[in-house]
Every structure is written in structure tokens, then in C-alpha cells.
């Protein structure tokens, strides 16, 4: 390996660090804005993320693959499915964090590589391997026992992973850079964004002449702390190989975890418990089995 290339990966590796840590710590951020309405805080992050994104898209000379896009039928169809599941995904978890069910957020993401094998599996053709099977098993597994022997289902760790999922999904179908693709998403739903907070939010924060000054800039933020972090993870996957970068995506849940029981105090019951070690257990299976894959690839 070349220095040029080793630089690469050095790069890749602390921008993969940098994404997923930003995506860990996010619920800080979403915290700090527990008096604002959850879809308050979705109306903000959707039209700050437009002007930055266009930003960027401007000083980037991105626009030629912007107009390209506007004219693709199929993709704008595709984007407008993904537009439609992402914003689901953020309301989701903006609720999660602040009615504080944080623990079933960080379970969601968890979850998330498995049904991303599961849908590849669906809709791509793709083939599971014994292993990944049995990790898909074990996962299985651990919801099972906590349907049958707790009665309850982790409803929002499943909407939350399924929804990422698809519209991981969608994103490949159409095959479209991060930057433009999510710049197309939040002008989808810029016009309702826009509707909402005129005709029916009625909350004492949907005014900003009423606000401090400290809660507009946090508001403001939520461009930042939406676009940052996909910049980022942009950044890795252009530099590092697929399979390592997926080693990376289970910081963001486990700071998730580690905030959700220390800082915000959320009970760790015995059937979240004992879904978590099943969970865990099946990545440390899909992650075995990744490396055994990689490695009989490059021989």
C-alpha cells in the first residue's frame, strides 16, 4: 500500500469516526430542545438542511447534477419515497429522545444492518450466507422472547431500523451522491415544512420574534447537525472499503446506549435486556462473518 493510499484510509478512518460519533451524540442535541414539539424540531432540521445544502451545492458547482436529477423521472419518484421515509425516520426519533425511549432508539440502529441484509435479500436478489442466516436467527430470537415471555414488542426500534432500512433501500435503487440526493429530500418537504409552521404550529416556540436568542441558534443548528454528519460519512465511504466502514456504524447506537442509562437515567429492564444480548450477539455473528467474507474475497 502506497502512502497516498494509506493517507486515504487515515482520512476515511477519522471521517467515519467523526459521522458516527456525531450521530451518537446527536440526542444531546434533540435534549437540549425538549420544550420545542418534536415536529417543530422536524420543520426546523428539514428547511435550515435546504439552505445549507444549497450552499454547499452552490460553492461545490453541483447544480448540473441537481438539474439532472430534477429531470430523471424514475429517480425523483424514487426520491420522493426516500424523502417521505427519512423525515418519518427523524420525527421518530426526535419523539424517541425526548419522551425518552432512547434505549429503544440505539436498539433500532442496532437492528438497522440486519434488516438491511433482510431487504437486500427481498428486493436485490441478494443471497444470505449460512452465518448471516444465523445471525438473522439469533435476532429473531431475542424479539421473540420478548414478545412471548414479556408481552411487548419493541414497536419504535422496529419502525425506526425499517425505515432506514428502505430508505437505505431507495438510495441505492437511484445511486445518487449523498449531498444532492438529500438536498432533493428536503426540498420535497420544504413546502409542507413551510405549511405546517404557518397555518397550524401554535406552540410558544413556533414564533421565533418570541424566542431567546440561545433557542433560534439551537433551532438554527439542526442544519448542522443533519448535514454534517452525512458530509462526513460521504467522505469515509469515498475512502474506505465497505466492509470496513461497517464496523464503524455500531458506534453510533452504542453511544446512544451508553447516554440513554448514565446521563438520562432510562431503565434497562429485563426484556430490553435480553432482547440487547441477542441483538448483540448476531452482530458479533454478522461481523465475523463480514471479515471471513473480505478476507476470502482478496485471496
Not at 420543520?43 to 439552505?51: A, D, G, N
Not at 454547499?56 to 438539474?67: A, D, E, M, V
Not at 429530500?185 to 404550529?201: D, K, R
Request: hydrophobic residues 55%; charged residues 10%; positive net charge.
Amino acid at each position: 500500500m502506497d502512502n497516498q493510499t494509506q493517507n486515504r484510509a487515515k482520512q476515511g478512518v477519522i471521517f467515519a469516526l467523526a459521522a458516527y460519533t456525531m450521530w451518537g451524540i446527536a440526542p444531546i442535541y434533540f435534549k437540549s430542545l425538549a420544550e420545542v414539539p418534536p415536529v417543530e424540531i422536524l420543520i426546523h432540521r428539514i428547511v435550515w438542511s435546504f439552505f445549507l445544502l444549497a450552499g454547499l451545492i452552490h460553492f461545490g458547482q453541483g447544480w448540473h447534477s441537481f438539474r439532472e436529477v430534477m429531470k430523471n423521472k424514475t429517480k425523483m419518484l424514487y426520491l420522493l419515497a426516500s424523502s417521505v421515509l427519512i423525515g418519518g425516520n427523524w420525527l421518530l426519533f426526535i419523539w424517541a429522545v425526548n419522551a425518552n425511549h432512547m434505549l429503544e432508539a440505539s436498539l433500532g440502529y442496532y437492528i438497522n444492518p440486519i434488516i438491511n441484509v433482510i431487504l437486500g435479500m427481498a428486493f436485490l436478489s441478494e443471497r444470505l450466507r449460512p452465518i448471516q442466516w444465523l445471525a438473522v436467527a439469533l435476532a429473531f430470537i431475542g424479539v421473540a422472547i420478548e414478545l412471548i415471555a414479556f408481552g411487548s414488542i419493541p414497536y419504535i426500534s422496529f419502525a425506526l431500523a425499517c425505515s432506514f432500512g428502505g430508505y437505505g433501500l431507495l438510495r441505492k435503487k437511484v445511486n445518487l451522491d449523498a449531498q444532492t440526493g438529500l438536498f432533493v429530500e428536503t426540498l420535497v418537504l420544504l413546502p409542507v415544512a413551510l405549511i405546517y409552521w404557518a397555518f397550524w404550529a401554535q406552540s410558544d416556540t413556533s414564533n421565533l420574534f418570541n424566542n431567546s436568542w440561545d433557542l433560534n441558534t439551537l433551532l438554527m443548528l439542526a442544519g448542522v447537525v443533519t448535514t454534517a454528519p452525512l458530509l462526513c460519512f460521504t467522505g469515509a465511504a469515498t475512502r474506505l472499503k465497505l466492509s470496513t466502514l461497517g464496523f464503524f456504524q455500531y458506534i453510533g447506537p452504542s453511544l446512544m446506549f451508553i447516554l440513554a442509562i448514565t446521563l438520562y437515567g432510562e431503565h434497562l429492564s429485563m426484556n430490553k435486556a435480553s432482547t440487547f444480548i441477542f441483538i448483540w450477539a448476531a452482530l458479533v455473528v454478522f461481523s465475523f462473518d463480514g471479515i471471513k467474507y473480505s478476507k476470502s474475497n482478496k485471496k
